[in-house]
């Protein structure tokens, strides 16, 4: 071959070849325009990272216990106490509940302007393990009910508070949660460090499971890990029914009622639960379509989950297959993220949401490496609703009883992890160019991780006076 064609193919650079091709959306430019890297180290100048331990206080900031309240609007008002009584427990369990209040706090302090898809809600407690389509076990985060494009900070600075409650809790001394909360901050910084250094591809699957505890030294960790590794592995569909449900005279299966947290339901609201699983099967993947084809829906219960969550409407599905073997579904509300309010005010503008389970859904999707096979959507009686196996194999560790030890081993791994799900969807070269080598940064969120526990402990002690004197209503011990 000759002629100009010919050198336009084979251009020491490439640059000719792409050249001749048209611009697709959805592909980077080539030539890359500027140094990602350097772009991030500008925003120093914008944003010092020093100025991440900003807290300060705001007049017009909601009432703790008034902030409760309303976000129990719209849920069902005979399990809102319930939900009051698990946040009264202790702060660490305030946190766990009050996404948006911390939203709104969160929204008043520095951030960068570089966006990803966040957890919206990533305390310590919303990592854990839980199966894959092959049965393997796989950890990450768990819980997507906030999931949002906002500021990478607010997730990091949401895990590091959380990891000073639970050490607090614990009964870690001050020191120990501060370094908790530091280390989470540094595997985070380190970890996206590496991300940006790596090719594209290896770095969206990279640290895989195996290699976390080495990754983020966390080996004063690892027998916690397994324990929970094996209660996992118990964890199932089977296990579940076969505590919950009974033998019906037909030779099926029911649910046995167990309130407050399982109760059977009329029948016209288990019809319209299970209805909706034929437009669920749409959101799927087709391939998925011939294992759930094998599987007869049986019976829908009620069932009361979390803490955050607690009054939303969940169900509980079951399906068998031809011998009898069965498969839970989880069919739970999805509410708007609580995070939307506050976005515009740190300076991200919320686009009109389609379905809110679609946005769970996709946004899990965005942060994980491997996600649950059945993840879906759906609606129920005008009501949006995620869709997702129950009990496949989930386990988690509980950080408010770790040993002192452990705890900053837990928080680098989940600082990591946390890393890994933003760069999927934010480029880990800008926010490693921000973060860069030195502990700046860590240093910076301990502090406003340390400030903010103790703003939480505060807000808790409110919300206990004021179950004591009658303002709210709450239910202990459900």
């Known amino acids: 071959m000759t002629g100009a064609g010919a050198d336009a193919v084979s251009g020491p650079s490439g640059e000719e070849t792409v050249a001749r091709l048209p611009r697709i959306s959805g592909f980077a430019q080539w030539p890359p325009r500027g140094s990602a890297k350097d772009e991030g180290k500008a925003l120093r100048e914008r944003v010092p990272r020093e100025a991440h331990r900003t807290l300060e206080a705001d007049a017009a900031r909601p009432d703790a216990v008034d902030a409760v309240a309303e976000s129990n609007a719209g849920r069902i008002p005979g399990l809102t106490p319930i939900r009051v009584g698990r946040m009264a427990a202790t702060p660490f369990a305030f946190l766990r509940g009050s996404a948006g209040l911390m ?15 966040i957890c919206g809600d990533a305390h310590a407690a919303n990592f854990g393990l839980y199966g894959d389509a092959r049965g393997g076990l796989v950890i990450d985060l768990n819980d997507f009910d906030e999931t949002a494009h906002g500021p990478w900070e607010w997730d990091l600075k949401r895990l590091a508070t959380s990891l000073v409650l639970a050490g607090r809790e614990a009964g870690a001394d001050e020191d120990t949660c501060r370094a908790a909360a530091r280390d989470t901050v540094g595997a985070y910084r380190r970890t996206m460090r590496l991300l940006a250094r790596l090719p594209a591809l290896d770095a969206w699957n990279a640290i895989a499971d195996e290699e976390l505890v080495s990754h983020t030294d966390a080996h004063d960790l690892l027998g916690t890990l397994e324990r929970v590794a094996e209660k996992a592995r118990a964890n199932t569909s089977g296990r579940f029914a076969a505590k919950s449900t009974e033998r019906t005279p037909e030779g099926g299966r029911r649910f046995v009622d167990a309130p407050p947290v399982l109760r059977r339901v009329p029948d016209a609201e288990a019809a319209a639960v299970a209805g909706s699983l034929e437009s669920y099967l749409t959101t799927l993947s087709e391939d998925r379509l011939p294992l759930l084809a094998r599987h007869a829906v049986h019976d829908v219960a009620f069932r009361v989950v979390g803490t955050g969550s607690v009054g939303t409407r969940s169900y509980v599905v079951l399906l068998l297959d031809h011998r009898g073997e069965p498969l839970v579904l989880q069919v739970k509300e999805a509410r708007p993220s609580a995070l939307l309010p506050h976005l515009p005010e740190a300076g991200f503008p919320v686009a009109a949401v389609e379905h809110e389970g679609r946005r769970v859904v996709l946004g899990q999707k965005r942060m994980q490496v491997v996600s649950d096979s059945l993840l879906g959507w759906t609606t129920v009686d005008g009501r949006p609703f995620q869709v997702r196996q129950f009990r496949n194999r989930k386990g988690s560790v509980d950080p408010a009883a770790l040993a002192a030890d452990q705890l900053d081993d837990y928080g680098r791994m989940t600082g990591a992890l946390l890393a890994r799900a933003h760069s999927h969807s934010a480029d880990p070269r800008v926010i490693a160019g921000y973060c860069g080598k030195n502990e700046e940064l860590d ?18 002690a409110r919300l206990l006076a004021a179950v004591r004197s009658g303002r709210i209503a709450a239910e202990a011990g459900v």
């Not at 939203?103 to 898809?117: E, F, I, K, M, S």
């Open 103 to 117: 939203a709104y706090d969160l929204a008043r302090t520095p951030v960068t302007g570089v966006g990803a898809q």
């Open 443 to 460: 240093e910076a969120v301990a502090a406003f991780s340390v400030a903010y526990a103790d703003l939480t402990e505060a807000d808790h």
